[in-house]
């Protein structure tokens, strides 16, 4: 059964140090790997996909089929930062959704 | 990208009461998706709505509870029937734009079933 497993339920720490933000995949093929934020108050959206190589607000997310993760990175956390993390994977038209993790950046 | 709007934000119902949510998009879409979120809980995938045919339910979901309609490209709701306390979640819609680089999400309704 495809699943998405996000360890950490909570994450703390403090600006300016790193933080890495791990999701595991179980799947079969090759599903499509995303990382979704959720600010307080604000609507799920996404943060970005493993398809683009891409690096949004300092975040970067390596795929490593080998370990079946996709760990999500950022070697300088801000207070803004604060906010859910969810990671999915699609294969097809449906989306999977780990259980997320709620990142707190402390002054 | 896609403008989801969906109705209403929140609201308190009675057990045994239905309550229907809409879904707005501003542009036309193939597939419409509704999903649930416990209390403490992720994401869980209710049905995927296409226009023109029967939506499609996960594994634990029901049309008899769960409703839905997909009269057009652009709009879509979903009934909660015969509510229970065990309904309240958060109800969100969403659509995957053709091209877009992900999903997008309404602001979820949050559902209290007293």
């Known amino acids: 059964a495809q699943r998405v497993t996000q360890p950490e339920k909570l994450l703390s720490v403090f600006k300016g140090a790193p933080v890495e933000l791990k999701c595991n995949y179980s799947y079969s093929g090759s599903p499509e790997l995303f990382w979704y934020v959720q600010y307080s108050r604000q609507r799920l959206q996404l943060l970005l996909r493993h398809i683009s190589r891409e690096s949004i607000k300092g975040f970067t997310a390596d795929l490593n089929k080998g370990e079946t993760s996709f760990h999500l990175k950022k070697p300088f956390a801000q207070e803004e930062d604060s906010a859910m993390y969810y990671c999915?994977?699609?294969?097809?038209?449906?989306?999977?959704f780990g259980e997320g993790t709620q990142l707190t950046v402390n002054p | 990208s896609a403008v989801i709007s969906q109705k209403p934000s929140r609201d308190i119902c009675q057990r045994g009461t239905s309550l229907t949510i809409q879904c707005q998009v501003d542009?036309?879409?193939?597939?419409m998706f509704w999903y649930r979120q416990q209390p403490g809980q992720s994401l869980t995938l209710i049905a995927t709505?296409?226009?023109?045919?029967?939506?499609?339910?996960e594994s634990g979901f029901v049309i008899d509870k769960f409703p839905i309609s997909r009269p057009n490209l652009t709009f879509s709701t979903l009934t909660v029937s015969n509510m229970s306390p065990e309904d309240s979640s958060i109800y969100l819609c969403s659509t995957d734009v053709l091209g877009a680089r992900g999903a997008f999400f309404g602001q979820g309704t949050r559902l209290t079933v007293v």
């Open positions: 542009s036309q879409v193939t597939m």
């Open positions: 999915a994977a699609r294969g097809g038209s449906r989306l999977t």
């Open positions: 709505a296409n226009q023109g045919s029967e939506a499609t339910y």
